[in-house]
């Protein structure tokens, strides 16, 4: 099966696994799937229709997601491990013998990222971006270079004597350093030392060029200089090497200052227990010994790096001045129908309920819709979650301009958003001094939902504004993440999310919600179901159709009751673009069930559901559902996520028929799941056009968004029965 054949509802002939069917490995484990995610994006840095430099951020990203892995999924798993704990996971496997297949896998992705980096660094060098060793320094770039060291590297080094009077020093998470091994020829004196790199400096340093561009690496530059760091001393061996912590956050129970709590456990993160050293290969014995020794590793533990420590670091070489080795670029449209109305927000959502698909519209107008309220004097009250966001948010900025104002502001700041904890806790005191409410959700459950409210004074009465996102309110990652922004003022989603606002500040249970449903309370009931109605509509003898797009499926029952909708012939298509514990196409549990994963240019990011009701896919009669929630435990069991539906025609019609076809349709971009959980590439033939998503949503505009020119000659890739 091709990949253009998921939107003609073709399938696979089933595979015939030999396992059992009722056991843990009908699921594909956790880690080893996102795992073969990260393979998908170190793949596309050996894309040749991929550019250049677009490559070697791939591989930057690549090395990135896998430190991340490493400092919480794997350091969770230790931990397990490390107090005798056996519980499986969900396909089986305790965290011991899932830490043995992570190893071997990962250790093999960082080998071939090594790899890919050699062929990187080749054609970047056929573009005249070089990045050199000190053998390749000529002495005009030697003179340079120590004007550089003295001037913008030398007052920020901390060269550390390793000896009794001064003990191994503490490295932090993602710490780099060198360790070396020093002698002083007058007396044969030996010293050990470390010297940390700092990260406050750039990792490449750009050297002049009258053609193209050359680049150092800042820790040749360092041994470079050794003998101004440590006078009178020569290096008899060397090594650099870096540390990875855990960075998971532990709380206790009950914390009588939430905020208090969290910044006690981000001094705490810094000093977790290493979960992995990345030497260098062929470092000096006794070095070696050392840094293990001091760090308290094991050779399970180290992973000897032949080639470049922190591939991560990469990305500073992704320049802007070469262009031609970029993606083309891409500015995002300012909806129509916002234009139409001069810019005016409510105007446009008052005509009728808008959907963006960012980052192909505009996050800008998200901006504008709480600048807006921040500056209308009709405007009485907002209300927003913030789980993201930038560390100079202009969604902060207004929520603080509106409470300067005086209006009425409730700002829900999620703490627990890891690796942003610190940005957030920063915003919350912010908004605090400007005067709006700041409440931080509940201990146990993250909230994770995406709801903007706005209420104004229109005549006599009061009318809410509201927004539902599947992404987070932060203008960075939405220039590259794709997500749905759904604008609208019915009264019934107003009431729905003011009652969820209601939850997290009281934590009152809210009562009838009319279109929107919550976990932990009714999310994965709703799923479970519009699932089941699928199979009664199945065993009528009518059409029954799930498409439904997301970043992870690794829930028990969700699975299994997608597994029991394919026997019952239900047919389901599924665009997952991370983690995937389903196996799709294995006779006797899932003939029915297709998995394809999209990784490409932009980060596929929203989540997705349409359920053909007694029709087959797309239709105008569909239930088709927004989510800020994955189909992962965490997010059905332990957060506060949304799950919203679509009743406006045109929305639906733009995600049934535009944003859900294309990605079915995709070719370019796209990955096909086999049954044993690995993935292949979509195989293009020579000469014949694949089709791209994204290209397809770059060049068209979405349907809900469009103003007086109207919608009709937008192109669907489908047309929608009656």
Known sequence: MSNAD??????????????????????????????????????????????????????????????????????????????????????????????????????????????????????????????LSQDQLSPEDIAYLDDVFIDQVFPVLSPLAIDPAHPFPFLPNEGFALALQLERPSDKRQLRSLLPVPAQIDRFVRLPAEDGHRFLPLEELLLLNITRLFPGYKVKGSC???????????????????????????????????????????????????????????EDTVVEVDGLI???????????????LLWPPFSPRVPERVQDHDGDMFAAIRQKDMLLHHPYETFDMVVRFLTQAARDPNVVAIKQ???????????????????????????????????????????????????????????????????????????????????????????????IYTDLSLFTCDAKLGRDATKVFNYLSGYAQPDGLENLSISPLTLKKTLL????????????????????????????????????????????????????????????????????????????????????????????????????????????????????EIKNATVKAQIVSQIMAANMADVAQSWIMNADGSFERAAIEEGVFAFNCHRFFMENPSLSGRGSAGASDVPQLTHTDD
């Open 6 to 131: 998921f939107l003609k509802g073709d399938y696979r002939p089933a595979t015939t696994l030999e396992i059992d069917l009722a056991s843990p490995e009908r699921f594909v484990n956790r880690e080893l799937s996102w795992l073969s995610f990260n393979w998908r994006v170190l793949e596309e840095a050996e894309n040749p229709r991929v550019p250049l430099l677009e490559r070697l951020r791939f591989l930057s990203i690549s090395a990135t997601n896998l430190d991340e892995f490493y400092t919480v999924r794997v350091a969770g798993l230790r931990e397990l491990s490390n107090e005798g704990n056996t519980t499986p996971g969900l396909d089986g496997r305790t965290p011991a013998e899932q830490l043995v297949v992570i190893d071997q896998d990962a250790r093999k992705l960082m080998a071939r990222q090594q790899r890919v980096f050699v062929d990187l660094q080749a054609a970047m060098a056929g573009e005249n971006i070089h990045i």
């Open 310 to 324: 922190g591939i991560a670091d990469l990305g500073e070489l992704v320049l802007d001045a070469r262009p031609d």
């Open 529 to 644: 179901r519009r699932i089941e109605t699928e199979v009664e509509y199945a065993r009528a003898g009518k059409p029954a159709t799930i498409w439904a797009k997301m970043n992870s499926l690794i829930e028990r029952d969700v699975i299994d009751a997608l597994y029991a909708a394919s026997q019952e012939g239900v047919k389901i298509s599924l665009v997952v673009r991370g983690i995937c514990g389903l196996r799709p196409g294995v006779k006797g549990l899932s003939e029915n069930i297709r998995v394809k994963s999209v990784v490409g240019r932009f980060l596929e990011h929203s989540r997705i559901v349409c359920f053909g009701n007694g029709h087959k896919l797309p239709s105008k009669r569909a239930k088709v559902f927004i989510s800020s929630a994955d189909w992962m435990g965490r997010n059905l069991n332990r957060r506060v996520e949304t799950l919203v």
């Open 385 to 479: 979650t913030l789980y993201r966001t930038s560390n100079k948010s202009p969604i902060v900025e207004a929520l603080c301009e509106a409470a300067e104002e005086g209006k009425s502001v409730t700002a829900l700041v999620e703490l627990k958003a890891r690796f942003d904890e610190a940005a957030n806790i920063r915003q919350s005191r912010r908004l605090e001094r400007a005067g709006a409410h700041v409440v931080y959700g509940f201990l146990n459950y993250k909230t994770h939902a995406k709801i903007s409210t706005v209420v104004r004074r229109e005549g006599e009465k009061l009318v809410t504004y509201t927004h539902f996102g599947t992404g987070n309110y932060h203008p960075i990652t939405a220039r």
């Open 240 to 298: 650099a090497f870096k540390v990875l912590r855990d960075s998971d956050l532990e709380l206790e129970d009950e914390a009588e200052d939430l905020v208090r709590e969290f910044e006690t456990a981000l001094k705490r993160r810094r000093r977790g227990e290493v979960v992995r050293l990345k030497l260098s290969a062929g470092a000096p014995g006794a070095l070696k010994t050392l840094i293990m020794h001091e760090l308290h590793v094991n």
